[in-house]
């Protein structure tokens, strides 16, 4: 019988082993021994007695981290952060502050035109009365001023006063008529509406349109306040009898600022000795 012959298996020869990578020179340069190397730095120990790590005391930068540059700025951020918020802050607060002011001023500013508006409107409204009060006494008494009036008593009476009978406006009425007597001596002859009412105060404050002059006043110990028109009345050319006269009208006013201002009583200085 017929047998396989036997396989003989032979040992892989050995690899050549690879070099040994060249050993750095020392040459001139100083060798930390082993035991060196392998001990601890020393640790600083602080008063509590607690030991700090020096690797944690120690500074790491970015690099050494491995985190990106500008990663550890948040004490920085913070830093600079809170001033710049403070700074916003009080810039807030004076911009609120300018425009609560700026409402209050443009307020003002309002109010100080609405009260001299209103003032000239008082004034312009005083004035139109005394100039219409005295055209309607000039038209009723001009002829008698001038001496060419022919009424006497009360005809005359009613002609003059007459149209101001019912008008509550109307604080006096009065003509003075100058002339001179058969003595060549100048005389003058006065109607009044209220004889009683003859006594007022002037305040040279009010306006002028063709001789006709409005002037601001007060009657009763300024209780009353008035607005007085007058106008002088020529004589006629070659009239040497008539001398003319005048013409004037006493209307209750509105009340304004000036008449205030005038019943305060004026501060006489004290004489120095």
């Given amino acids: 019988m017929y047998?396989?012959?036997?396989?003989?298996?032979?040992?892989?020869?050995?690899?050549?082993?690879?070099?040994?990578?060249?050993?750095?020179?020392?040459?001139?340069?100083a060798v930390t021994p082993p035991s060196a190397r392998m001990a601890p730095a020393p640790q600083a120990v602080p008063a509590g007695g607690n030991r700090v790590s020096a690797r944690r005391a120690a500074p790491v930068s970015a690099a050494e981290s491995g985190r990106p540059a500008g990663v550890n700025i948040g004490r920085r951020a913070a830093y600079v952060g809170k001033p710049l918020l403070l700074c916003f802050a009080i810039l807030g607060v004076m911009a609120v502050t300018a425009g609560v002011l700026y409402v209050i001023r443009s307020r003002q500013t309002r109010d100080i035109k609405r009260i001299q508006t209103e003032e000239q409107e008082i004034f312009e409204r005083n004035m139109a009365l005394g100039f219409d009060k005295y055209r309607t006494a000039r038209n009723a008494g001009l002829l008698f001023v001038m001496g060419k009036d022919k009424a006497e008593g009360q005809a005359l009476?009613?002609?003059?006063?007459?149209?101001?009978?019912?008008?509550?406006?109307?604080?006096?009425?009065?003509?003075?008529?100058?002339?001179?007597?058969r003595r060549n001596l100048q005389q003058t002859e006065q109607k009044a509406m209220f004889r009683d009412r003859l006594r007022v105060d002037s305040i040279e404050h009010g306006k002028e349109d063709s001789g006709v002059r409005v002037i601001y006043g007060f009657a009763e110990n300024k209780t009353v306040t008035i607005v007085i028109s007058r106008e002088p009345i020529k004589a006629e050319t070659g009239d040497n009898a008539n001398l003319g006269g005048m013409i004037t009208v006493i209307a209750k006013a509105e009340s304004d600022k000036f008449f205030d201002k005038a019943k305060q009583p004026k501060v006489v200085p004290e004489k120095k000795e």
Avoid at 4 to 29: D, E, F, K, M
Avoid at 166 to 180: A, E, G, L, P, T
């Fill in 3 to 29: 047998q396989a012959a036997p396989q003989i298996v032979y040992p892989a020869a050995p690899q050549p082993a690879a070099p040994a990578a060249p050993r750095p020179s020392t040459r001139g340069v």
């Fill in 157 to 181: 009476e009613d002609k003059l006063f007459g149209p101001f009978r019912n008008d509550d406006k109307v604080y006096n009425v009065i003509y003075d008529r100058n002339f001179k007597d």
